[in-house]
């Protein structure tokens, strides 16, 4: 059973030499998703599976960089009227902030690590990794900022960090402030964002 799906691994993604590719490959399908919905697209087709090709080697060779979160923060603090976890509209003071990173797993107290969510998603996701979340609890994609916002943070901890070059043995021994088991490497038709 594990050979199978080893080898179904093997046909579907490339190799990954390290951490580092494997979150690459993950922001290339996000760009793929990205691309498809800016084209109108409900179904990936050739030229989205090109745009993936292009920016996963882009981002290897380190001819693209993933940016920080700026332009996030700031949108942040002006669409502050509903829950960024599960879109429910509701007064700003209903909100509360929610750490992206877990404080109780090194999750910083700054702006980029910072959500404004309602109380129903705080206390439900708790300490738990934000993709796995809503991978088990929720059971839905999460909305595509919140991909966009928490990958960029999984980039940028990993860089400050020195993860990128880590293979998955040393990644299982560190204690992270997320789950990498939990970081798509796919992700749905551009249809479910629609």
Known sequence: MANDQNNIQAKRYPKFANFGEYLFWSYANLQMLCAALNMGKAKYD???????????????EGLWNIHDLLEFNVA??????YCWYCGKEMEPSKLTK????????????DMDNIIMVCKTCNSSKGNMDLFEWYATV???WPPLNILIHY???????????GLMDKH???MEQMDLPFNYRF??????QPEVYM
């Open 138 to 140: 929720r059971k839905v």
């Open 151 to 161: 990958l960029k943070n999984i980039y940028l901890y990993s860089m400050d960090n």
């Open 168 to 170: 998955r043995e040393e």
């Open 76 to 81: 942040k603090i002006k669409e502050n009227n």
């Open 98 to 109: 929610d750490h992206v990173f877990p404080r109780s797993k090194g999750g910083a107290n």
């Open 183 to 188: 970081i798509p490497l796919d992700y749905p």
């Open 46 to 60: 050739k030229s989205c599976y090109m745009i993936r090709s292009k920016a996963f080697k882009a981002y290897k």
